[in-house]
């Protein structure tokens, strides 16, 4: 490292720009130089995105943005939390290591079967949301939950993967019912995966002897073979469960829309209290 201290600040300004915001903030440690470079509005402009009017349009929606000193100070505010924004619908954060997008659409931007009619679904208040309302299941037997992102919205050459974000308080009717989830690139690739929304599935009891419970632990058991070997949530640092949905690659050569679903409509089961917050979309680890 001894040859890089010779060089002048803006050449090492212009090799750290070239590297990520997680080796930047590494290398800033070798020295007083590397630290000055490290934090200058040049090379945190560049982990930024690229698009002014995007920052710009995030910036309008959560003012305080505005008054932050240096690029540094943006990117680690848009990295530390999520900014909310589209009235609520989505929100927006970067990845603290990569500075690609992350985006997660509210369960009021997603299209839900019934969603509006009060009878089967709620729109409340939960203080541990990020967002202004999630959407409560009262009962239904179809569960259909679809969304849509343009990938415009998203990094481009980045693999993503889609999460559903939930929660089940005393809820009814998920135990040892399989669910399709799937995650489709219009004109593209699609993926569907067969998985189990319960988190706490366990064995049923198999006791007890005679000709009825022998019947009995057939039927009990062809249900757990449904769900035997399924994917199952697990719960997230803000406390809620995730699922991952599927993957897909945004080129961003061409702007693509991505659906991605939630169906459960064949086990004719009475489902109730599942609380849905939205679907997060979000770089894999290996990018």
């Not at 589209?86 to 369960?107: E, I």
């Not at 990938?151 to 089940?168: D, I, W």
């Not at 799937?182 to 007890?208: A, Q, W, Y």
């Not at 997230?236 to 945004?250: A, Q, T, V």
Request: glycine share 6%; proline share 5%; aromatic share 8%.
């Amino acid at each position: 490292m001894a040859a890089f201290e010779v060089l002048p600040e803006e050449c090492i300004v212009a090799i750290l720009s070239l590297t990520t915001p997680l080796d930047a903030r590494r290398l800033s440690l070798i020295s007083k130089t590397f630290r000055s470079a490290a934090d200058s509005d040049a090379v945190w402009d560049q982990f930024l995105p690229s698009d002014s009017n995007f920052i710009d349009s995030i910036i309008s929606q959560s003012p305080s943005l505005a008054n932050l000193p240096t690029k540094k100070a943006l990117y680690l505010a848009l990295s530390d939390r999520p900014i909310i924004i589209d009235n609520g619908k989505k929100s927006f954060q970067l990845d603290r290591k990569s500075g690609k997008k992350c985006c997660m659409l509210a369960a009021r931007s997603l299209t839900i079967v019934w969603g509006d009619t009060e009878l089967y679904w709620n729109w409340i208040v939960m203080p541990d949301s990020r967002f202004p309302e999630v959407a409560k299941l009262n009962h239904v037997w179809w569960l259909e939950i679809r969304g849509m992102i343009n990938t415009l919205a998203l990094s481009p050459n980045t693999r993503y993967g889609v999460y559903l974000v939930f929660k089940m308080i005393d809820a009814r009717g998920f135990e040892y019912i399989p669910v399709d989830l799937s995650v489709s690139v219009v004109g593209g690739n699609s993926s569907t995966k067969i998985v189990c929304l319960d988190p706490k599935v366990e064995p049923m009891p198999h006791n007890g002897a005679g000709r009825r419970n022998r019947h009995m632990r057939m039927m009990l058991r062809r249900l757990e073979d449904k769900v035997v070997g399924l994917q199952h949530p697990s719960v997230r640092s803000d406390g809620w469960l995730e699922i991952e949905m599927g993957e897909f690659f945004n080129s961003g050569i061409e702007h693509e829309e991505v659906h991605m679903s939630v169906l459960q409509t064949k086990a004719g089961q009475l489902k109730e209290n599942f609380f849905v917050e939205g679907k997060e979309i979000r770089p894999k680890q290996d990018n």
